[in-house]
């Protein structure tokens, strides 16, 4: 969530760019983090593996498209997805009953998942903030499968859209791979201890933070459509 | 505990591209041979290190580590549920024909 504007904003590198580092260090996250929550059984697989399918071609279809869309939009975009991911952190998950699993509604579980893809490959966002709610509200999972289920899936989510911009050149091999070693092992940690800092200063402020970027995000998509 | 072959499978493929990392780094041809002098100079430094073999290794295993985890699992369910390893396969069909367009768009 915070690669792209830490790389765009703070080094300079190109919009594009930032977002396919950020692809690649999703990724790490996800190889880094999933082996503990397949572990502790906290991946729904015949959901994720369908998911997966719609997710990684709403991906890779953005992956593909990414050249021809302007920055601008992106950044606003970016910045709309930060707000709500705000909203999403100060409210408390809602507790599923692991019993009483609802059926899907198998058209809008996949449209969901195939909206979360596009959004991953044109933002370089991990889709965590998208996924984790629809698996949870939607295909009926408890809170922290759905979690669990979600960072499995992001990781062929990110590398299917981050392999199209490596092959196009995008990725700047360097910072990618710095990146991704920093991501997988903080993920790698967090897998393991995070259940223990629930703190909800800790939400709180991380909320107001991701705030302060959302709104130099629009600061910089307006200073791009004055240009 | 759920056991499946794609926990080892992933955990081997984190811990190799961890390994190349140090030992592109320590070659002196990776990022963090470089010192960046200030904040600023940060992108210019980082750019430096596109081309370099160990990091391209690095972001090539990190990058298919999860799809291939995905049929690993898909494979282990095969008997039980047969159309989850289809729709892997078909997965990474997808994934494969976008990257060959990738390259064939340039």
């Known amino acids: 969530m915070l ?17 396919a580092v950020s692809l ?14 397949l572990r ?24 593909l498209m990414a050249p021809v869309i302007p920055e601008t939009p992106l950044y606003f975009l970016f910045a709309v997805v930060l707000l709500y991911s ?14 009483k699993r609802p059926e899907a509604p198998r058209r809008l579980g996949n449209a969901a998942a195939l909206g979360s893809g596009a959004l991953s490959g044109l933002l370089g966002v991990g889709g965590g903030v998208l996924n984790t709610p629809v698996l949870h509200l939607i295909f009926g999972l408890p809170f922290r499968v759905a979690a669990g289920t979600s960072i499995f899936i992001l990781g062929a989510t990110a590398a299917s859209a981050a392999l199209i911009y490596l092959f196009r050149g995008d990725v700047i091999l360097g910072a990618a791979a710095l990146t991704a070693v920093g991501a997988g092992i903080g993920a790698g ?5 995070g259940h223990r800092t629930e703190k909800r ?5 991380f909320a107001v933070f991701l705030t302060v970027v959302a709104l130099v995000m629009v600061r910089n998509g307006f200073g791009q459509l004055l240009q | 505990m759920i056991e499946t072959r794609a926990v080892p499978f992933l955990r081997t493929i984190a811990g190799l591209a961890l390994a190349i990392f140090v030992i592109g780094s320590f070659w002196g041809r990776g990022v963090l041979s470089r010192s960046p002098s ?3 100079d940060l992108g210019a430094n980082l750019r430096d290190g596109a081309g370099d073999g160990f990091m391209g290794l690095v972001v090539i ?10 049929l690993v699992v898909a494979w282990e369910g095969r008997k039980s549920t047969p159309r989850h390893l289809w729709l892997a396969l078909a997965t990474s069909g997808t994934l494969a024909v976008s990257v060959l367009i990738a390259v064939l768009a340039g």
């Open chain 1, 40 to 63: 502790q059984g906290l991946v729904d697989i015949p959901i994720a593996i369908e998911f997966q399918f719609f997710s990684v071609f709403g991906a890779a279809a953005a992956g």
């Open chain 1, 189 to 193: 940690l967090m897998a393991a201890v």
């Open chain 1, 3 to 19: 690669i792209v504007p830490a790389l765009s904003l703070l080094t300079g590198i190109a919009f594009r760019e930032a977002v």
């Open chain 2, 61 to 70: 295993a990190v990058l298919l580590a999860l799809p291939m985890a995905m």
């Open chain 2, 38 to 40: 200030d904040v600023a």
């Open chain 1, 201 to 205: 200063w800790l939400r709180t402020a």
């Open chain 1, 86 to 99: 705000c909203v999403r952190m100060l409210k408390p998950p809602v507790a599923a009953d692991a019993n």
């Open chain 1, 24 to 37: 690649v260090a999703v990724a790490a996250m996800s190889v880094s983090a999933s082996p503990v929550f």
